[in-house]
Nanobody, 129 residues
Framework: QLQLVESGGGLAQAGGSLRLSCAASGFSLGDYAVTWFRQAPGKEREAISCISNRDGSTYYVDSVKDRFTISKDNAKNMGYLQMNNLKPTDTAVYYC??????????????????????WGQGTQVTVSS
């Protein structure tokens, strides 16, 4: 069974940190680009960070750049999102997703949820002020 399972969400204070994990089973995460999405209440799901399966390049949207770090441990079949200097606006359900492509036209290339066949169930992150 192919699946992704997130963990590590919870409650943090503004300025604090959390580390999200994404465990893959049934497939090798090293062959896939891994992207973290989030969905805040009343808002659309947005892609916030991606790590490429080709060369390990990392990508971030401006709102999380320099605060979040995406990584992947292919040997452990795990993906991670280290979140520092958290803000109340980071409050959302966070999802990891994996894909080999193909990628829809549009910028950034990794941002289209429909390109991802594998999704985790989501983990809640709540940041208090």
């Amino acid at each position: 069974q192919l699946q992704l399972v997130e963990s590590g969400g919870g409650l943090a204070q503004a300025g604090g940190s959390l580390r999200l994990s994404c465990a893959a089973s049934g497939f090798s995460l090293g062959d896939y680009a891994v992207t973290w999405f989030r969905q805040a209440p009343g808002k659309e799901r947005e892609a916030i960070s991606c790590i490429s399966n080709r060369d390990g390049s990392t990508y971030y949207v401006d709102s999380v750049k320099d605060r979040f770090t995406i990584s992947k441990d292919n040997a452990k079949n795990m993906g991670y999102l280290q979140m520092n200097n958290l803000k109340p606006t980071d409050t959302a359900v966070y999802y990891c997703a994996a894909s080999k492509g193909p990628w829809s036209y549009g910028h950034p290339w990794w941002s289209h949820a429909t390109d991802y066949p594998y999704w985790g169930q989501g983990t809640q992150v709540t940041v208090s002020s």
